[in-house]
């Protein structure tokens, strides 16, 4: 028997912004069948460069409900039964994508890395502000139960004493060569690079692990970057943040080989805990006496949805930030990228 969310649940209604692979990641997640589902989504509206490839995607991720379909985005913009645009273009176009749909008084999830730089993400905040619409950088990964409880074990049970490194990588052996000059991780002008696509959540994690606090509560560590370019874009990014405390966050990023499966490792004075498997399917803690614990993190798809239910719960209740990832989170993590760039060489056009 069908688990439907209870009719009382906030519903939203989505204009999905492209069609590439995270906008059917995405969507996949939304209509899956969920128990317990905080929110109900609703696909309303495709916006594709071309109407047929709007279709197309449709047919395979939508086969419920079927959606408008646009052969143009301000199209979804303009469609009243859109609540909530998400983006998922190449990141160069997010500052674009984002104001027009603010403009036209829409709600905005974005993906990530949210724009190119810290100032891009200021102007669509300022925008959201005046127009008083909600916006979120959707690192859909902050969303994860495994991320929240690991937050709670790490800085308020202290498991592992206090935290004293952090190593974090993610790296895709994406084959870089063989990429067509138009790829959005070769080509500078989309936004390339290791840093701002993946090297982001490695990011993630040695901020979060290292520091309990977000945004303009938390410190800002002192940072040493270097990054290896080629045309332009960051092929590989290694960053050591420092903090005041003596506490290091060691975090790298690749497009020339795949992370180990052991993707990152926290120490602290009592233990460590180690985080693998895809998208973060297991922890394990541990230290050189006791019985390692192993924590597995099952789930339905992929977990778009857990921040795809926060944001309809943000929007039902009046609020325009989030409070796990809010307007100062995206533009701290973006100061610091930065700086990483500023340090290791990789430039976009906007800086
Ligand atoms: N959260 C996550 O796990 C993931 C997030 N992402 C993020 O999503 C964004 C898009 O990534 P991804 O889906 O992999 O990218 P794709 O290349 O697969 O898709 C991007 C889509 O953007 C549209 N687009 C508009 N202009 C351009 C252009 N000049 N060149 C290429 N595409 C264009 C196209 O859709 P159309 O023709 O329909 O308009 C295209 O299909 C990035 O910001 C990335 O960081 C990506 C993967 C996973
Ligand atoms: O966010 C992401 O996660 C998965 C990767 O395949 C993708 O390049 C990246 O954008």
Redo the contacts with the bound molecule.
Sequence with gaps: MSAMPAPDLPTLRWGI??????????VKDLVLDRPDAKARHIIKAI????RE??QV?AQQYCPQEPPSIYGS?QEVYADPSVDIVYI????A??VRNCLDAIAHGKHVLC???FTLNASQAREVFAAAKDRGVFVME?M?TRFFPLMRDLQVKIHEENVIGRVQRVFCDFSLDMDIDSLPD???LKNPD??AGSL??IGIYSLTWGLLAADPNIASKAQMPSILASQKLANGADVATSAILSYPNGVQSIVTSSLSFATAPQFCRIEGTEGFIILEGPVHSKARDGDATAEARTFIFDKPG?G?YWEADAVAIDISEGRTENEIMPWGETIRVLEILDEVRRQGGARYSCD
Aim: net charge neutral.
């Design positions: 912004i492209a069609t590439g692979l995270i906008s059917s990641w995405f916006g594709s460069s071309s490839k709007g995607f985005y998922g273009t190449p990141h176009f997010h993906e990530k890395a959707a859909w138009d790829s959005r989309l936004g701002l696509d992929m778009f």
